[in-house]
C-alpha cells in the first residue's frame, strides 16, 4: 500500500463491509441519504446521485479523515498502526461471536478484542468524531483525534456488564444493513426527532433503557442491555443505570451469553430502521430493496416496536444476583457485584436497588411469558447446559401466574445524578 492510500481512511473497515455481501459478490448497493446539489447551466437545481453499486474500497470512506500533526504521530500513523492492530484483533473476534454457540471454548482474548474494536468503531466514524468534538467543545482536529486515541474503550466496562444477545436473521428473506456509524444505539424513549438524536449525538449507553446493536454479518446482530433494563423496564429508559461511570473494570461471564434467538423478517426491518435513522449519511446492503425499510416500518411506532421489546433479551434467562468473588493467590482477594461496584462502595450490593428488582423482574417475566409465549427469545447456559428451547407447559404457568401479582410501576422518575461525561470529567479522562 503506497503513501497515497493512507489519505483515503476507511472508517468502516473493507474487511467489516466484505461482510454484509452475498456470496460470490464483490460489491454493495451504497446509498448516499443527503445527497448534494449542483446547478446546470439553466441555473436549475439537481440532486447528485444518491445510490451506487460499488465495492468496499469506496464505501465508508473520507479523505484524510485521520490527517493530524500530534507530536511524534506522522499522517499515515493513525490509520496503520493504531487502527491497523485494533482491526487486526477486532475481525477474529467479530467472527468469533458471529458463530458463537454453546458448548464454546477457546475464548483467546476475543472478548477484550471486541469490546476495544466496537469501542473505537463508535468514536472513529464522522458522527464519532463530531460527538467528540461538542463532548471537547474544540474543533482543533489534533485535540478530538488524540482524545479518540486516548478513549479508545471508553464503552467497554459498560457493554461487559450489559446482557449479551446475539440475534439470527437466517429465517428472514431481509438480513442486516450496515451505515456509516455501524455501532447503532437505540432508547424507546428517544425517537429520531429527540433532542438526544439531534445532529452527532446518540443516546448514551449508560442510560437504562439504551440498547447497542453491533451487526456482525449479514445474519447475526449482537445487541447489548443493561442489566437494570431487563430487571425492571417499568422505570424511566433516560435514567442512569446503576454504577454508570465508564472509567473503571468489569468483569464478564460467558455463560449468560444468549443465543439462538431468531428473527421475524419484520423484526429484521425494524432493526435496519433504527440503523438507518441512526446513520449520519450513508448505509450499505447487499440488496437494493433492503435500504428503505421504512416502507414496512413508521416512524411513529420508534417505541412500541416488538410490544417495546423488539431488542430485549429473555429476562426468563435472568438470575439474582451476580457478585463475584475471588480469593487467595499472588493477587489476593476481592469482590464485585453485577453493577461493577466494589465493597467499599457505599451502594455495594445495594438493598433499595434489589428490593425494586425483586418485584419488578418477575412481573416482566410473566408479561413476556405472556406477550411472546413458552418458547424462549434467547437462551443461555444454565448448570453446564443450554436452557431448553421451550418452557415446560408447569414451568410457563408460573411465569404466567407472576402476571398476576400486579406490581404499579408504570409512572415517571426523576432522572438519576449527572452525565458521568460531563465536560470536567470527559476531559479529565480524555
Request: proline content about 6%.
Amino acid at each position: 500500500m503506497d503513501e497515497d492510500e493512507y489519505k483515503n481512511h476507511h472508517y468502516v473497515p473493507q474487511w467489516y463491509q466484505k461482510k454484509f455481501m452475498l456470496p460470490g459478490e464483490s460489491n454493495l448497493f451504497y446509498h448516499d441519504m443527503r445527497p448534494e446539489s449542483f446547478t446546470d447551466p439553466r441555473g436549475v437545481s439537481h440532486a447528485k446521485k444518491s445510490l451506487w453499486r460499488q465495492g468496499s474500497k469506496k464505501c465508508f470512506v473520507e479523505e484524510n479523515l485521520y490527517t493530524t500533526k500530534l507530536p511524534n504521530i506522522q499522517a499515515k500513523d493513525i490509520e496503520k498502526y493504531f487502527f491497523g492492530q485494533i482491526d487486526a484483533k477486532g475481525k477474529p473476534a467479530v467472527e468469533y461471536f458471529e458463530k458463537f454457540d454453546y458448548p464454546s471454548k477457546n475464548w483467546n482474548g476475543f472478548l477484550e478484542d471486541i469490546m476495544t474494536y466496537m469501542s473505537t468503531q463508535k468514536l472513529r466514524t464522522p458522527k464519532g468524531l463530531s460527538f467528540l468534538s461538542k463532548k471537547l467543545s474544540s474543533t482543533n482536529k489534533n485535540t478530538i483525534l488524540g482524545a479518540m486515541v486516548k478513549l479508545g474503550r471508553i464503552h467497554a466496562a459498560i457493554w461487559v456488564e450489559s446482557v449479551w444477545l446475539i440475534a439470527d436473521a437466517s429465517q428472514s428473506n431481509t438480513k442486516f444493513i450496515i451505515s456509516d456509524h455501524p455501532v447503532t444505539v437505540y432508547n424507546r424513549e428517544c425517537g429520531p426527532r429527540s433532542y438526544l438524536c439531534r445532529e452527532s449525538n446518540d443516546p448514551d449507553i449508560w442510560l437504562q433503557g439504551t440498547h447497542t446493536i453491533f451487526p456482525l454479518s449479514l445474519e447475526k446482530a449482537l445487541i447489548l442491555t443493561n442489566l437494570s433494563w431487563v430487571r425492571d423496564p417499568y422505570q424511566s429508559a433516560t435514567g442512569l443505570r446503576p454504577n454508570p461511570d465508564p472509567f473503571r473494570g468489569a468483569v464478564f461471564k460467558f455463560t449468560d451469553i444468549q443465543v439462538r434467538r431468531y428473527l421475524s423478517e419484520q423484526e429484521v426491518r425494524e432493526i435496519n430502521f433504527i440503523i438507518k435513522s441512526r446513520a449520519k449519511r450513508y448505509i450499505a446492503a447487499a440488496k437494493q430493496e433492503w435500504l428503505y425499510p421504512e416502507k414496512f416500518v413508521s416512524k411513529s411506532d420508534w417505541n412500541t416496536y416488538g410490544h417495546g421489546y423488539l431488542l430485549m433479551p429473555d429476562p426468563r434467562a435472568i438470575h439474582w444476583g451476580g457478585t463475584v468473588m475471588w480469593g487467595g493467590g499472588p493477587g489476593g482477594s476481592g469482590a464485585v457485584d453485577e453493577y461493577g461496584r466494589l465493597p467499599g462502595d457505599p451502594d455495594f450490593e445495594a438493598e433499595p436497588t434489589k428490593e425494586r428488582e425483586y418485584k419488578t423482574l418477575p412481573w416482566f417475566q410473566g408479561e413476556f411469558a405472556e406477550l411472546f409465549g413458552p418458547y424462549r427469545r434467547g437462551r443461555c447456559m444454565q448448570t453446564f447446559e443450554i436452557e431448553e428451547e421451550r418452557d415446560s407447559d408447569d414451568f410457563h404457568r408460573y411465569h404466567l401466574s407472576l402476571r398476576k401479582k400486579k406490581y404499579r410501576a408504570r409512572k415517571k422518575y426523576q432522572h438519576l445524578g449527572s452525565d458521568p461525561l460531563a465536560s470536567k470529567s470527559f476531559k479529565d479522562n480524555s
